[in-house]
């Protein structure tokens, strides 16, 4: 454990003062913040038009009236509410952004540097080194996801119509900020460590993350469309299956993990 | 005290180190000579844990090292790799803390200031280590080596790249640690250092050439010879130093090299020869080859094999 977290801050420190590596995490979270205020505050501004009026946003009202919270918005403030829960899962994508980028780094860097082999030579364990590896790389990439909800629900506080932050602030939304998206996370950067336990390019472990970006993105297409509702039943679900795919991946990458082929193999 | 018994080590078909065997023990600095790709630090790193070997065992402090034993018994080991391998975004003093920590050291903070004043870096403890010069870095990495004081140190290449002053304070270093009772084993391409700080040399081309002091080894391979300067041309003199004990007599002008069994007990008998002959003697010193005509001549040998 004492060895894990030394490891462990010595991540964080190294991270501090690397910050670039977070770029496209600080992009994906800006970007999955502006996007729901194009849709529902700058748009309709913009075009002089209120989102009520329009046909299809129907089913979102109907929804939304059925909720008790939701029952005191106007039908504007429960389109926009419904757009700005929506949008939610794609926060999600931000901490799969910065976990990836650190986390592809985080074998193929320390070999890259030549910092692998004197570290290798304590008496660290594989465990140990994957744990700190891991936790270094989800720890500022949950910070920042959860950095980018307060900003996200600040933001609907002050530009929304009045009481729409308060939906974002349910169990279901925090369900998906605080659960869903860690589990992600980790199981994007336990496959980018996995990966990067094997190959010698810092861009071939980052690709991996595609694996994970593409089924939620679909998630959020397909609720957008109607398709699929995330219920707080369909949540825990997914909670539960991402739970399961990390413990499998931790083995996994244990196994993967060759000290020797790492030092005799890579050049 | 380190033990290697029949190591080997085979990467598929290619066998890297073949059956070699050899005891470091504490207060000895053993160098590990030989060609790129002769096995060193493949032989480095299965000392030190990194790597298994593929037949053969190593035993530290008595006891084998496996993978169950291999974390704990890396904690008696100091490895200096070939590469400084510092993290540049640390400063000096956060590199060597990780460490102090990752060894599960006691009194982490004092060990870390213990061995910055024993390097000289404690100005330097503030500093990323991407600013340190090599030879700096190179310090820094050896301090991280020594920190939880290990009784075994393994160094690969130390010197490698660094300029002529910091060569030889790493060599004092080297000998301080001979002093203090630790085993160093020490892989270079540098006889130079190797005449100057090693207490025996092994040669290395896969399998172990040869391994004994400097001397033993210049002996075997040249013989025992004493070289007489005169003021005179030497030819004159040759048969009058034919007696007991000497086995051959070369003329290099106006020098003898004389081929003896043992020059210490040889050489009074020869200048009384020499003296009573009329030779005008000016020097009589024991002729010594270089290590590097040694090294060469065990590859030419092993080669010929």
């Known amino acids: ?267 | 005290m380190l033990i290697a018994s029949h190591l080997t080590r085979r990467f598929g078909d290619r066998v890297a180190v073949d059956d070699t065997s050899y005891t470091l023990e504490p207060g000895e600095i053993l160098a590990l000579l030989g060609p790129n790709g002769a096995g060193k630090t493949t032989t480095l790193r299965m000392l030190a844990g990194l790597i298994s070997p593929s037949a053969g065992s190593v035993s530290v402090n008595g006891e084998t090292m496996t993978p169950a034993t291999a974390p704990r018994l890396r904690g008696h080991i100091g490895f200096l790799t070939e590469a400084p391998g510092l993290w540049d975004r640390l400063t000096v003093r956060q590199n060597l803390q990780v460490y102090a920590r990752l060894h599960g050291l006691p009194k982490q903070a004092h060990a870390v200031d213990a061995v910055m004043e024993m390097f000289n870096i404690t100005d330097r403890a503030g500093d990323l280590c991407a600013q340190l010069s090599k030879g700096l870095k190179q310090r820094v990495a050896l301090a991280r080596t020594l920190l939880h004081k290990p009784n075994i140190i393994l160094l690969d290449e130390p010197t490698s790249g660094l300029d002529p002053a910091s060569a030889r304070e790493f060599r004092d270093l080297i000998v301080r640690l001979q002093d203090e009772q630790h085993s160093v084993l020490l892989s270079t391409h540098n006889l130079d250092e190797v005449e100057r700080v090693a207490t025996r040399v092994a040669v290395l081309r896969t399998r172990l050439i040869a391994v004994d002091t400097p001397a033993a080894l210049h002996a075997r391979l040249f013989g025992s010879r004493l070289r007489v300067e005169l003021g005179q041309p030497a030819a004159t003199f040759s048969a009058t130093v034919a007696g007991p004990g000497v086995t051959d007599v070369a003329v290099i002008d106006n020098a003898l090299s004389i081929a003896v069994d043992d020059p210490g007990d040889r050489a009074p008998a020869i200048v009384r020869r020499l003296v009573s002959a009329g030779a005008d003697i000016r020097s009589v010193v024991p002729e010594e080859r270089s290590l590097e005509e040694v090294y060469l001549k065990l590859l030419s040998e092993e080669s010929d094999s």
């Open chain 1, 1 to 267: 454990m004492t060895r894990m977290l030394a490891l462990l801050g010595k991540e964080l420190a190294d991270l501090r003062r690397n910050r670039a590596l977070f770029y496209p995490a600080l992009i994906t979270g800006a970007a999955s913040i502006l996007i729901p205020f194009f849709v529902a505050v700058v748009v309709p501004y913009l075009a002089g038009e209120r989102l009520a009026d329009s046909g299809d946003f129907k089913m979102a009202v109907d929804m939304y009236r059925t909720q008790p919270l939701s029952r005191r918005l106007d039908p504007e403030g429960a389109i926009q509410a419904w757009v700005f829960q929506q949008f939610l899962l794609l926060l999600v994508l931000t901490p799969i952004a910065g976990a990836m980028s650190v986390a592809a780094y985080t074998v193929i860097g320390e070999k890259q540097a030549r910092t692998l082999e004197p570290l290798l030579a304590t008496p660290i364990t594989t465990t140990e080194l994957l744990v700190a590896k891991v936790l270094g790389s989800l720890i500022p990439a949950c910070g920042l996801a959860i950095g980018s909800f307060a900003v996200y629900v600040l933001l609907v506080a002050i530009f929304a119509k009045a009481g729409v932050f308060l939906m974002l602030l349910s169990l279901r939304s925090v369900a998906i900020v605080f659960l869903l998206a860690p589990l992600a996370a980790l199981a994007a950067l336990q496959l980018a460590v996995c990966v990067s336990s094997r190959v010698n390019d810092v861009r071939s472990a980052q690709q991996i993350g595609a694996l994970l970006i593409l089924p939620l993105t679909g998630l959020l297409v397909a609720q957008l469309t109607g398709s699929v509702q995330l219920t707080g039943g369909l949540i825990s679900a997914i909670a539960g299956g991402l739970a399961v795919v990390n413990i499998v991946l931790l083995a996994v990458g244990i196994r993967l993990f060759d000290r020797e082929a790492i030092l005799t193999q890579w050049k």
